[in-house]
């Protein structure tokens, strides 16, 4: 059939690549161009991944190669090697030198291993069997509101993660790359100055507390998490300076949390969770803080209307794999009464994520 449906618009004008400074994409694609862009917007993701799986942008790290030179080390066929890196350098990752060689763009930089950001971590996820296997399913989730990772590989997410260390590592690895500038931005956006005792609910390592310590000398904190989770934190609070201040109590925050504190966090918990398991969490705050403590959730909050966010293509992820929920403001406050809570106000952060501070109602 070709391309003949296409009419006038070239593939290179589906797929968005037309230059910026060319006459036609001053105008807005028509509509049918732009449907056609968005379901075929995986071309694009697999090739970014073969790219990340073939550790291209490693390989290139010392200069720029062809792909005959590059061939043997990746195991590739060469000719289509260099198909695949002349595609990349269409999208901005490689760009084309010499006899073929292809050198990295400050782009592709970003895909190398160690590089900041964990993208190449965060692409090679995505794009993996049992990633991409879930979200195949996804009409599943639409009709059932079941995870469909839990039907195509019988666990819930965390379970499954605890039996496949290295997608774990992967995992992990991912969400400390996504997150890493939100602690510093949390720290900032909020006066935690008159907090005697924070508690970090659901911790992780301790990056959002370690921030939040550093920047204000006031406050003591209180780390939780599981046992193996929180056993990793020493580290990460001894590099911020922070180990004197901080307590480590490990535990299960659907049992119980630690008492005392005057303020308490839940970063990036609430939205893995329906809103019955929402409940019991918040409930567990609320017995164990102090009268007149402050309850702060720091979570995308999604904008009402048509508001384009990126949490809304995130909720989709929860739906599919996670099995939880990212929520509007309007969402929290509702979630939060059921558990004896106000929502007090919503502070924006220079992050993707806000502040939602609730108080006792």
């Not at 043997?72 to 060469?78: F, I, K, L, N, P």
């Not at 995992?171 to 956006?189: D, L, S």
Request: glycine share 8%; hydrophobic share 45%.
């Amino acid at each position: 059939m070709g391309i003949s449906f296409i009419g006038q618009y070239s593939v290179r004008l589906i797929l968005g690549f037309e230059p910026m400074a060319s006459s036609s994409s001053a105008q807005a694609l028509p509509p049918h161009i732009q449907l056609i862009q968005m379901g075929s917007a995986y071309w694009i993701s697999r090739v970014v991944f073969d790219a990340a799986k073939l550790g291209l942008a490693d390989q290139l790290s010392n200069g720029p190669k062809n792909a005959i030179e590059l061939a043997h080390v990746t195991r590739t066929h060469a000719p289509s090697l260099h198909r695949l890196m002349r595609t990349l350098a269409s999208l901005g990752v490689l760009t084309e030198t010499d006899n073929q060689r292809f050198a990295l763009t400050p782009l592709g930089e970003a895909l190398k291993t160690d590089a900041p950001g964990s993208a190449q971590a965060a692409i090679l996820l995505h794009g993996s069997e049992w990633h991409s296997a879930a979200f195949q399913q996804m009409l599943h989730s639409i009709e059932t509101g079941e995870t469909a990772m839990e039907k195509v590989s019988g666990l819930p997410l965390f379970d499954y993660l605890s039996k496949n260390p290295s997608d774990a590592s992967l995992f992990n690895k991912m969400i400390t790359g996504v997150h890493a500038g939100e602690p510093a931005a949390v720290a900032a956006g909020y006066d935690f100055s008159t907090c005697k005792t924070v508690v970090d609910v659901g911790g992780g390592t301790g990056s959002v507390l370690a921030a939040i310590l550093a920047q204000h000398p006031g406050p003591r904190g209180v780390l939780f998490d599981s046992p193996h989770v929180v056993a990793e934190a020493p580290p990460l609070l001894k590099a911020k300076a922070v180990t004197e201040r901080v307590a480590i109590e490990s535990g299960n925050f659907f049992h119980a949390v630690p008492s005392g504190g005057d303020c308490y966090i839940l970063s990036h918990i609430l939205h893995d969770w329906n809103d019955e398991q929402c409940v019991t969490i918040l409930d567990n705050c609320r017995r164990a803080m102090k009268p007149g403590g402050r309850l702060l959730i720091i979570e995308m909050v999604l904008p009402p209307g048509d508001t384009p966010h990126p949490g809304k293509i995130l909720d989709m992820v929860m739906l599919v794999v996670v099995g939880g929920v990212e929520r509007t403001e309007a969402e929290y406050a509702a979630l939060l009464s059921k558990s004896g809570f106000r929502l007090n106000s919503t502070v924006p952060t220079n992050s993707a994520v806000s502040i939602v501070e609730a108080v006792l109602s």
